[in-house]
Nanobody, 125 residues
Framework: QVQLVESGGGLVQAGGSLRLSCAAS????????MAWFRQAPGKEREFVAT????????YYVDSVKGRFTISRDSAKNTVYLQMNNLKPEDTAVYYC??????????????????WGQGTQVTVSS
């Protein structure tokens, strides 16, 4: 069982930055690939980025490439999402996810092992 707790969300103006954190419980963090999803009101949950178990490979959805960076610290059992040059369309609840099967590719929300509770990110124009 893996528990995920996100933090770092908030209100920011367009062009600003935020760093989200996701703390994972349990000694098996290294066995899981990690990802971030987001869900805007009235929309489906959308894949944002993923990072390999080793931290050596990453994959991003086109809309965030060059602006967002996913990273992980295995010593702290934590995965991060650094978000720069934020846009109003980035406004959503951001969710951390863990899965033991997925590789460095686009994940499907319907087949993820574990989810966090989500953290709200609001970008004002």
């Amino acid at each position: 069982q893996v528990q995920l707790v996100e933090s770092g969300g908030g209100l920011v103006q367009a062009g600003g930055s935020l760093r989200l954190s996701c703390a994972a419980s349990g000694p098996t963090f290294i066995n899981y690939a990690m990802a971030w999803f987001r869900q805007a009101p009235g929309k489906e949950r959308e894949f944002v980025a993923t990072i390999h178990r080793s931290g050596g490979s990453t994959y991003y959805v086109d809309s965030v490439k060059g602006r967002f960076t996913i990273s992980r610290d295995s010593a702290k059992n934590t995965v991060y999402l650094q978000m720069n040059n934020l846009k109003p369309e980035d406004t959503a609840v951001y969710y951390c996810a863990a899965d033991h099967n997925y590789g460095v590719t686009k994940w499907r929300a319907g087949s993820v092992d574990y989810w966090g509770q989500g953290t709200q990110v609001t970008v004002s124009s």
